[in-house]
Every structure is written in C-alpha cells, then in structure tokens.
C-alpha cells in the first residue's frame, strides 16, 4: 500500500487489467460501500482481478468485485460479491454507455485507492487484447527488464 505526495493512499492495481486490454480512457469514481466494507477494503481485504462496470439503468454498476466479510464484524456484515453501485456524473455516465455500445470496448477497474478517506476507483475503457498483442506486451516487458540489468551491472 504506496502512499503518494498527492494524499491518495493506492490499495490495490488490476495488473491483470494491463495485459489482458489495451486501456483507451479512464474515469475516477467514488463506489457506494455498506456498513463494514470500509474497514475491509482498508485491511486489504478484497479482489477484482475478475470485476467489471456496465450501464444499467442509467447507473454505474461493479460487477464481480469482492470484498471479504470485516473479521470484527457483527450479524449485519454485507454480502461479499454484492452488485455495487458507481458513483459519477450523469453526464460521464451517458459518455460511457456510448463508448461501451461501441463493439469491443468495456468498463474494467485498473485501480482502487483512498483519497481524502474515500474509496475511490479508476475505471478504464478498455479494448481487448488479441494474443499476438499479448505476446509483444511480453516481449517489451523482457527487454525492458533486461536493459535495467545491463544499466544496474554496469554501474557496479
């Protein structure tokens, strides 16, 4: 959990995210938590490697992200893979659905991350991959790692 200059505290990336889509645009939005989810989502205790946002009802809706149960909590915790709501403009809404009405093009989670003491997360558009653009995703990412080797070896 990275904190940066800016205030915002990073909880989680989707990395996976990063391979599997080509990310066109993003968009920050607050989520809607209930009573415990807070407090878990502070612990670290949630996944969304598989999560994804859709339009419905002229609402901004999280699908597939869970949030464990708070440890400490009581009989009122909330259900872990609950449709969540997001929070945005109508507007960046409207925006949204279009781009998504588009063939290929959907609404992935990139990162999850406190602000001010909310919950925030970024919303990307995203393209899927083709396993061609997979393998150069791959390929870059070796040779960048290699040439940092070299860089390191050289200054010692």
Known sequence: MAKTATGIKILSNNRKAHFNYTVEDT?????ELQGTEVKSM????????????????????LYGFHIS???F??????DPTRERRLLAHKQEIKRLQRR????????VPLKVYLKGGMVKVLIGIC????????????????????AEREMRDRLK
């Open 127 to 146: 393209k899927g991959k083709q396993t061609h653009d997979k393998r150069q995703s791959i390929k870059n990412k070796d040779l960048k790692r290699d």
């Open 69 to 71: 149960p708070y440890e």
């Open 100 to 107: 998504v009405d588009e063939r290929g093009y959907t609404l």
């Open 27 to 31: 968009l920050e939005c607050g989520i």
């Open 42 to 61: 502070r612990n670290g205790k949630f996944s969304f490697t598989d999560s994804y946002a859709r339009v419905k009802n002229g609402e901004l809706i």
């Open 73 to 78: 909590g009581n009989i009122y915790n909330h």
